[in-house]
């Protein structure tokens, strides 16, 4: 990725994959936070897309429906998964913004048809790898992952006419550090390989970057996303996120994971989410988004 890019960014101001309001209004924070000019300024090409249209959830969801608004989250999922193979197809580098990390769902969506074998990095607290059977909560932004190896609400996992979006083995979570017993369950049975806080603390984060990328390379994976959910870093430097999970990745250890991403030129589209305002101090949590994204794309200090 050392080469100047095409960056087009699609917002996605979505609240609906979870129950606490706020986090639509990422997108708007992480452009405020001078994302734009950032990327600009290390000599990329950069088309601000605008947002995807999200429609209000009409109404509560039924008793009987496990998963909290589950047609709106569909729509906007659906809308964004042909924004992004727009953006592929016009040969720029989808950067997307959100919104709660249902939004995942349809970023994959658009990319899973555009290689042959797609890699993911899910840098997250969260695996993200609950149904609407073993969800405590029916929130969506704690399904994605399941959804995109072809497990799951059947409107979901089609979206596109295909599925899985990603192989299981291609994907790496970075930072886990929540996870419930039916997510455990499901990293051992299809495979997932996974980098828990442990991991960080003992082998360090070179390590666990250099790890990530072998692994990839023995995957032959011809496609890397990175998805980064901004609650993967520790709640002291984000704590505008909706689920803040105390003991993650430091700011500096992040800087460091997203500088080593650059410098092996694999990644090839990318995702921050879970920006929100609401629950932040003075536009930090977006600050930090902004400043990782300048790291990811090439941004030097000399």
Known sequence: MNKKLNISVIGVPMDLGQARRGVDMGPSAIRYAG???????????????????????????????????????????????????EVMENGQFPLVLGGDHSIAIGTLAGLGDRYENLGVIWYDAHADLNTGDTSPSGNIHGMPLAISIGIGQ??????????????PENIVIIGARSVDPGERELIRDKGIKVFTMHDIDKLGMTEVMDQTLAYFKERKVDGVHLSLDLDGIDPLYTPGVGTPVPGGITYRESHLAMELLYTSEIITSAEFVEVNPILDEKNRTADVAVALMGSLFGEKLA
Request: aromatic fraction near 2%; glycine fraction near 4%.
């Open 154 to 167: 059947e409107e979901l996992v089609n979206i596109r006419g295909f599925s899985p979006k990603v192989k």
């Open 35 to 85: 994302m734009v000019k950032r990327l600009e300024e290390i000599g990329h090409q950069v088309k601000d897309e605008g947002d995807i249209r999200i429609e209000a959830a009409r109404k509560k969801t039924e008793p009987s429906q496990l998963l909290r608004n589950l047609t709106e989250v569909t729509e906007a999922c659906n809308a964004l998964a042909t924004k992004v193979n």
